[in-house]
């Protein structure tokens, strides 16, 4: 049901990701919304998604109707807007009064939730129990995986870990680098992770303080070391926590940590997720926002500092994301993809040196031409994990087969030594 007549104020299409695909050899473009809100992925043809572009919020029926008349030639019919509206609003795609009383419901069952649901079981991964480790088993003993019985030097100091957040089924060996690393250090009590946000935040950081379901068994959170965090800090760092309820970036690691870790006592979380990294600029604004990152960063190292329990930093990060999927022009080819390859590793060899604004600098240096989705809680990571170095265990690159897009991604580590490490992989 469409909740706006004709006359009320101009319709807004909702924020949402829109990319190219061919469905039964046609060429439509397809809308996704990354909040999870939206039911499912919409599909518009070419005509369709031009009518949609124009649903920001200024444009009358009239100006809709000007402007594709000017682009087709071809007169547009109330009753054909009419009908997208109704499609729209009905997925949850459109600003509404129907999408507004949908959206409260869903918040306030999440904010009185105790438990943040595995929003991705039986999607992104299995989400029956013996099913998913077999998965996970798959991953490590694959070739392009650390291997069963391959282990990692004994790692005394890890001091935490980048780990991918693409879907397991690209990405899954490239996770059990990290993961292998991890399964080959000492215990750990707590685990901060560290996500990227796919969805804007109030502040550069949002606290989450809820456990982590998923099909292994929940992963607990730390809700002491949580609020001792957030009390000390003069902002509410929990504003927007909405944010964390279809979030993946935390829910692919709490998966990986409770197949390492299935007993229910064997570690706690803290899920953090990380906005943008605030420019270092002029504006009333951004001296806000680069004032509240470094307050929450510094105040998270010196709590973990004094906590006595053993905290490893898990950052869940991806690296470049290129091709028409995200916009471009052109297919993904070979020389892209060496263009990438070069690019990550000078861009992660930054990161080895454990020179946070070195590794900042050099995306927001250039404009961030590759699109780098895990900039933040790198960032973050190597602002607060105390190591001294890093390693690159592993990179990827996850190429469609129709050249529509390739995404990047690493695994690291992350040592509170000097000493040079072994075994370079």
Known sequence: ??????????????????????????????LRDQEGLATGVVTLPPAAFFIAGHLDGRNTFRDIQAAYFREFGQILYRETVMELLESLDRNYFLESDYFAAYRRRQEEEFQ????????HAGTAYESDP???????????????????????PEIEDLAGLVAPHIDFQRGGPVYSWAYGALRSARHFDLFVVLGTSHVPLPYPFCVCLKDFETPLGVAPVDRSFGERLLKDLPLNYQKGVWAHRQEHSIEFQAVFLKYLFPHPDAFRILPVL???????GNTIEE???RLYLDEF?????????????????????????????FGDRLPVD???????????????QQAEEIDAEGFSGRIAGCGDPYRICGHSPIYALLR????????????????????SQVVTYASMAFYGTKEPIDEPL
Do not use: W
């Open 1 to 30: 049901m469409v909740t706006f007549a004709i006359d009320d104020p101009c319709p807004r299409l909702r924020p949402v990701e829109a990319f190219p695909a061919t469905v039964e050899n046609r060429k439509v473009i397809c």
């Open 112 to 119: 009185v939730a105790a438990v943040r649901r595995a929003a």
């Open 130 to 152: 013996e099913r998913l480790r077999r998965q996970i088993d798959g991953f490590f003993s694959d070739p392009e995986g650390i291997g069963e019985i391959h282990l990692l």
């Open 274 to 280: 990380c906005g943008p990294v605030p420019a270092e």
């Open 287 to 289: 001296k806000h926002q």
């Open 297 to 325: 960063l510094d105040r998270l190292l010196e709590l973990t500092r004094q906590s006595q329990r053993r905290v490893c930093f898990i950052a869940g990060a991806d690296l470049a994301h290129m091709g028409p999927r």
């Open 334 to 348: 070979d020389a892209l993809l060496g263009e990438l390859r070069a690019a990550d590793r000078s861009l992660l």
């Open 384 to 403: 607060v994990c105390g190591a001294r170095q890093g390693k690159l265990l592993r990179y990827g690159q996850a190429v469609a087969p129709d050249r």
